[in-house]
């Protein structure tokens, strides 16, 4: 059984502790930022945090090492640049919107709107979300959600309850406000007890599955996107400094952040940096790894140099957790290592709180060929 991990996700008004300091997390309105914003927020990084941006499964960008004392002044940075919202709408405002919008297309259209309706909502579990997926083809089926806007088979929109295979067909201009009535239909149906949508036993009947589902398109990978140059993060991680110069550099207008630790320089030319990941086949891309020890209390590992060297050597998807939890990656992996009393557990396709094969091996056992 996977341990409790924490049941919210940390804000720009309510961050949350960790081993380096607070993390402030910022979400972006449709998952862009100007230019202009990418640059006033990498400088607020540096100036009241640690300097280290991440990007989350939920296309937000986080602020790592922030105090107590700072967190102030980093509120009123991000609110001049109209990154922030008011405290009463924060935690609502969780809306995955697919990174290839157009201005004015259905995506925007319905992102924006649903956005400004935020306080029709009723309430709602904290990590409860929307996905605004209203492109040619979903793209958004595998990050997380609960209630999903997108394209059925016929091309037709849909309402989509998440782990439901088929959604509602929606009207033209109907769809934020069918969005809000399920919404209010699984917190009247006791979803504060299921706090998932995907858990619920009722979704099926919340959201009655009546048109089959589009075939998913790709999600974005490195190189080049309809937008511009699609960078890798390592671990979505990135130095503020080298994520300002690498807008600077590309001419781009703006930053598209996605959920796979993916970002797009938005009309920008492609620019080399070895801090970033290019190739699509970098090992680095199937690998997840959360910061570890000393970053979160709840780790006994440092993971992600450890990933670094592993990662060529696994041809799959390789997971390297601190702990039991798997923040870094909820889902099975073929390789997973999980951190324990400062060695770690071995398990094959399996979760971090799955039973492991082996146990007790040190990062040395771990790099001794064939071990993996």
Not at 8 to 27: F, K, N, Q, T, Y
Not at 197 to 223: F, K, T, Y
Not at 240 to 266: C, F, K
Not at 312 to 327: D, E, F
Request: hydrophobic share 45%; glycine share 10%.
């Amino acid at each position: 059984m996977r341990p409790a991990a924490k049941g919210w996700c940390p804000g720009a008004h309510r961050p949350m502790e960790s081993g380096d300091g607070l993390i402030v997390r910022v979400r972006p309105p449709l998952g862009r930022l100007t230019a202009a914003q990418v640059q006033g927020l990498c400088a607020a990084a540096r100036e009241h945090g640690s300097g280290i941006l991440e990007l989350t499964r939920r296309a937000n960008i986080q602020i790592r090492g922030v105090s107590w004392a700072a967190h102030p002044a980093l509120l009123d940075a991000l609110d001049a640049l109209g990154l922030i919202d008011a405290p009463a709408t924060e935690a609502r405002r969780n809306i995955l919107v697919a990174p290839l919008w157009q201005p004015g297309d259905a995506t925007a259209r319905i992102a924006a709107e649903l956005a400004a309706r935020l306080g029709e909502l009723p309430d709602l579990p904290a990590k409860f979300g929307f996905a605004v997926d209203a492109g040619a083809a979903p793209m958004l089926v595998a990050a997380s959600a609960d209630i999903r806007i997108e394209r059925a088979a016929d091309a037709a929109l849909v309402l989509r309850a998440d782990g439901v295979a088929g959604g509602m067909p929606l009207r033209h201009g109907s769809e934020v406000t069918a969005a809000i009535a399920l919404a209010h239909r699984f917190a009247e149906a006791d979803g504060a007890a299921y706090k998932r949508m995907a858990r619920h036993p009722r979704a099926a009947d919340l959201c009655p599955p009546e048109r089959s589902p589009a075939v998913p398109q790709a999600p974005v990978i490195p190189g080049m996107s309809a937008l511009g140059p699609a960078i890798g993060l390592p671990f979505g991680q990135i130095e503020a400094a080298a994520l300002a110069d690498l807008v600077v550099r590309s001419g781009a207008q703006a930053l598209r952040v996605t959920p796979w630790r993916v970002a797009i320089l938005e009309r920008g030319t492609p620019v080399a940096d070895p801090s970033v990941l290019a190739d699509p086949a970098d090992p680095l891309l199937r690998t997840d790894a959360c910061p570890g020890k000393p970053f979160c209390p709840a780790a006994t590992v440092e993971t992600r140099a450890l990933a670094r060297r592993l990662a060529p050597h696994v041809a799959g998807r390789l997971h390297v957790s601190g702990c039991a939890k798997g923040c870094a990656r909820p889902r099975a992996a073929d390789v997973t290592l999980t951190g324990r009393a400062g060695r770690f557990d071995l398990i094959r396709d399996g979760h971090a709180w799955d039973t492991p094969g082996r146990s007790g091996l040190r990062p040395a056992d771990l790099l001794e060929p064939g071990a993996l």
